[in-house]
């Protein structure tokens, strides 16, 4: 049951961060299109992007600032999934089961260098490199990873193999 609702939790968090990104990066659309947006006052701000509902905090921002907004939530879900998925799999282990926490750092470290090369080898949001790093970044801030660890072993009949080195 615990599973189930931490399951429902990622989901609803998932949904949420999802949107504020959305809006974020609307925003950002606005701001890049409009010249001399960056100049105007919040209020002005405001006014031209009333129908995106963001903070009002957002108006206040520079483009520098915008852009450090943006990666630093970014890193940010992303370190809340892996906790998520940290505890996801804590709460779904059958007991007597080894650990997957080895495994699930694993595939975040070999989803995340794909997912910067790529960020780096692009040349804007709109090239097909940023598009497949968003993907991985998106794999990664979702349920999958734990829901791999947790349930593929059961649906095979098997456990996972020993990781080489485990928390103490």
Known sequence: MKSIALLILMLAFGYVQ????????????????????????????????????VPNFIHELSKPNLVQLKWGLSASI??????????F?????????????????????GVSIPMFSFLFLS???????YAV?????GFLQSPLPS??????PRLLKAQLPLFPYQYK
């Open 123 to 129: 040349q804007g949001p709109n090239s097909s490199s």
């Open 78 to 87: 992303l370190l809340i999934f892996f906790l998520l998925d940290a505890l």
């Open 18 to 53: 999802e949107n504020a990104k959305v809006r974020l990066n609307a925003y950002r659309a606005v701001a890049d299109h409009s010249e001399g947006f960056y100049a105007l006052s919040s209020e002005e701000r405001n006014s031209l992007t009333h129908t995106l509902d």
């Open 89 to 109: 799999l804590k709460v779904s282990a059958l007991p007597g089961a080894p650990s997957s926490a080895p495994w699930l750092v694993l595939i975040y470290i």
């Open 133 to 137: 790093s968003r993907e991985l970044l």
């Open 147 to 152: 829901l791999l660890l947790a349930y593929t």
